[in-house]
């Protein structure tokens, strides 16, 4: 069957590679949401470039349209490229952690040096802000100010002071006092400046900080990227914050950043007040990039189509003997998938005995089962037998999901019967283990 269903959907959309031919639409899909989302456009055709490049002559999977995979093929990329998991805050191995904050006037600093001290302060960590803006009028004043509302000290030496020399100080004084973390706060300009720049790589030789932390406006858009390339390069960046990300931006900036910095984003804020400081995700920051000109309809759309073609893998398995209770609830979410196909269906040999009211019944009894298994130990999924012969074991289950002893019995033994009615079969027919599973 599974070769069956394989070649007739191949003859139904008449793919078995993605060629640059076939992908071409989604391509575009991909371009403009990546643009839409303010990403730069460099960024964006290198990165399209080189997926891409992957993509091409991967081999279809069956049941799957080229472009819909293709557009999975971006999306994981997308997350993989923005860093895959959140990478915490660097911790010095000998206090005090040094962290230096960098980036241009107006793009939260100050309010990111608060919202980071408060964040450490969550775990015990504690901290001394040093505040080393003596250029816009009350900078230090904005800093103690937050310093005082979050209880964090600060350093300061007035407005006079050279940044130099109050960072050198303020990490003296950190030492001093006994903190683990010591971050510094830095002046910023409208735009890049050679003066700027120069004070802030002195400042970074003095207190040779475990973190440079670029912090960007996620309004900046494409500019961003320049932003990224101009400091990493002069500076040296360990990561980045993303702020404002609270307003309507898609936050393309976080892929301009990462991809021309390659160094990780941090942490996300969203939102004026010191509480407003988030872990970065990339998976979220993937999908609310990819949000735009429903791409991301597209990748649930292919991931499920990507399950259906699960459908050959799982048939072997089967005639292995090895089917378990994952197997069995995937199998009963692809039949549910499977409904949804609707019309397709019908025309495979075999495929069209299933009725509206057999799909409706696998919705309810999908749910049953999904609580039911859920509530089951790992080695109970995998080893199916260690339930038929304990009533307590079940008991346990019925209790955890909120079902009767009897219901779970009864899964139990469908599923029992059904394992062992594939096994017989040999060739396992699929619609007649839909039958089976519906009772
Ligand atoms: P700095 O010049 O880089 O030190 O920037 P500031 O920390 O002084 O922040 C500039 C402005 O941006 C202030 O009005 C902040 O309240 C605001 N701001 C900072 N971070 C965020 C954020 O995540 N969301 C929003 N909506 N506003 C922010
Ligand atoms: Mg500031």
Redesign the pocket.
Known sequence: LAESLESAWKKLRGQDKIRESNIQDALQEVRRALLAADVNLQVVKDFVTEVEKQALGADVIAGVKPDQQFIKIVYDELVKVMGDTNVPLAQAETSPTVILMA??????????TAKLALHLAKENRKTLLVAT?VY?PA?VD?LVTLGQQIKIPVFEMGTDANPVEIARQGLAKAKEMGVDTVII?TA?RLQIDGNMMAELAQIKETVQPHETLL?VDAMTGQEAANLTRTFHEQIGITGAIL?????DTRGGAALSVRQISGQPIKFV????KVE?LQPFYPERMAQRILGMGDVLTLVEKAQEEIDIADAAKMQEKILKAQFDFSDFLKQMRLMKNMGSLGGLLKMIPGMGKLSGEQLQKGESELKKAEAIISSMTKEERQNPDLLTGSPSRRRRIAKGSGHSDSQVTELVGKFMQMRSMMQKMGQGEMPEMFGGMGG
């Open positions: 980036g241009l006037q107006g793009t939260g600093k100050t309010t990111a803006d816009r900078a904005q706060d910023g912090v702020t404002k990300l609270d307003g804020g969203v939102g004026e407003a």
